[in-house]
T-cell receptor, first 116, second 113 residues
């Protein structure tokens, strides 16, 4: 079974600084997808960024980028120029490819605090 | 506005009293799913549906039922709630699987006493 591990329950960063959240996963599949979701205090789940495993190029979305290391099964999220609005719980998630990819498997989450 | 709605947003109930949490999406999505969120465990899938009349178990289906009679609706039913089902519940939908984004509802906070 696939597992997703976020080893940092809590992280903090100063406003305008850069922070990296870690995520590792375990799979024997070659076709899969990885996601980072953000959950602010409103509880709404918001997609931050996504990556297809077959793509070597790391995904970027404005201030958010990933470091995808397929061999190491690592998928870290880098937030540049951190803003107060980035404070949230961040979840890493995995999905198998193809018709069998019916579920998102989530990590435990990392609570990010942004200090002014 | 494209969205996933859930009702109720908050619910306090007693052990054994049947309840239903409704979920509806207006995006004509094929795939819908229910998750529960518990501290330190992230989100875990309860049930999912690939299309109308097609449902299957996720990782933690015990004590839950679902149905998909219409494409837009995917209610979660707790026939006999127990305190260990106290949790935050999310409904989600996506057009398809793969890289497609899952859109989440606002969540339902359920407390079973």
């Amino acid at each position: 079974a696939q597992t997703v591990t976020q080893s940092q329950p809590e992280m903090s960063v100063q406003e305008a600084e850069t922070v990296t959240l870690s995520c590792t996963y375990d799979t024997s599949e070659s076709d899969y997808y990885l996601f980072w979701y953000k959950q602010p205090p409103s509880r709404q789940m918001i997609l931050v960024i996504r990556q297809e495993a077959y793509k070597q190029q790391n995904a970027t979305e404005n201030r958010f980028s990933v470091n995808f290391q397929k061999a190491a099964k690592s998928f870290s999220l880098k937030i540049s120029d951190s803003q107060l609005g980035d404070a949230a719980m961040y979840f890493c998630a995995y999905r198998r490819g193809g018709a069998s990819g019916s579920r998102l498997t989530f990590g435990e989450g990392t609570q990010l605090t942004v200090n002014p | 506005e494209a969205q996933v709605t859930q009702n109720p947003r908050y619910l306090i109930t007693v052990t054994g009293k049947k309840l239903t949490v409704t979920c509806s999406q207006n995006m004509n999505h094929e795939y819908m799913s229910w998750y529960r969120q518990d501290p330190g465990l992230g989100l875990r899938q309860i049930y999912y549906s690939m299309n109308v009349e097609v449902t299957d178990k996720g990782d933690v289906p015990e004590g839950y039922k679902v149905s998909r009679k219409e494409k837009r609706n995917f209610p979660l039913i707790l026939e006999s709630p127990s305190p260990n089902q106290t949790s935050l519940y999310f409904c989600a939908s996506s057009l398809k699987l793969g890289i497609y984004e899952q859109y989440f509802g606002p969540g339902t906070r359920l407390t079973v006493t």
